[in-house]
């Protein structure tokens, strides 16, 4: 157990939709990254928050956004979802930059 | 672009025989490398890292080489076990515009056979 906690583990919606996912760091970690891994593209950095502030931004859609809140927890929202973005969402925690990064165990998003 | 390459997707090894997995990486800017583990339908372990000032780092069966000349790192596992069957990844993080978010290899599927 990373000590990451996402929710929730699966998530089935349509085309068009909007989703919510929800990661908790380790307790003490200010870093959290989220990460994206489909079939075709592996595992794909998508933003880094550091402590409430958007740290690092990577290949990551306009339809995409995430926030971290004062708690430490974050959120990535993705909206008008498309076939393409069923995949797997992890998110990571990390106390400094560069260091370890430990991942939660994912959430897997199905669009149909 | 992919700036962390595994070119081996799969190995094979019998149980009791060391595991050599190879990862490949082309920006200079990297300084930090990781190797993690992953079981289908769980998130990616950490197992060990190596940081460029050094070129080994020894973690009970698992060992990981770096050669900043080559851009070449490799994850070394003595003795294999059947538990050790999963998918590793080589990630990648440096300075500049690389601190903080990882770059990962495709992964390679390894499997330890009794």
């Known amino acids: 157990d990373s000590g990451v906690t996402q929710t929730p583990k699966h998530l089935i919606t349509a085309t068009g939709q909007r989703v919510t996912l929800r990661c908790s760091p380790r307790?003490?970690?200010?870093?959290v990254y989220w990460y994206q891994q489909s079939l075709d593209q592996g595992l794909q950095f998508l933003i880094q928050y550091y402590n409430g502030e958007e740290r690092a931004k990577g290949n990551i859609l306009e339809r995409f956004s995430a926030q971290q809140f004062p708690d430490l927890h974050s959120e990535l929202n993705l909206s008008s979802l498309e076939l393409g973005d069923s995949a797997l969402y992890f998110c990571?925690?990390?106390?400094?930059?560069?260091?370890?990064?430990?991942f939660g165990p994912g959430t897997r998003l199905t669009v149909l | 672009d992919q700036q962390v390459k595994q070119n081996s997707p799969s190995l094979s090894v019998q149980e009791g025989r060391i595991s050599i997995l190879n990862c490949d990486y082309t920006?200079?800017?990297?300084?930090?490398f990781l190797w993690y583990k992953k079981y289908p339908a769980e998130g990616p372990t950490f197992l060990i890292s190596i940081s460029s000032i050094k070129d080994k780092n020894e973690d009970g069966r698992f060992t990981v080489f770096l050669n900043k000349s080559a851009k070449h790192l490799s994850l070394h596992i003595v003795p294999s076990q059947p538990g050790d069957s999963a998918v590793y990844f080589c990630a990648a993080s440096g300075r500049g515009s690389t601190l903080g978010r990882l770059y990962f290899g495709r992964g390679t599927q390894l499997t330890v056979w009794p």
């Open positions: 920006n200079s800017m990297f300084d930090y």
């Open positions: 307790s003490g970690d200010l870093s």
């Open positions: 990571a925690s990390s106390d400094l930059a560069p260091d370890t990064q430990y």
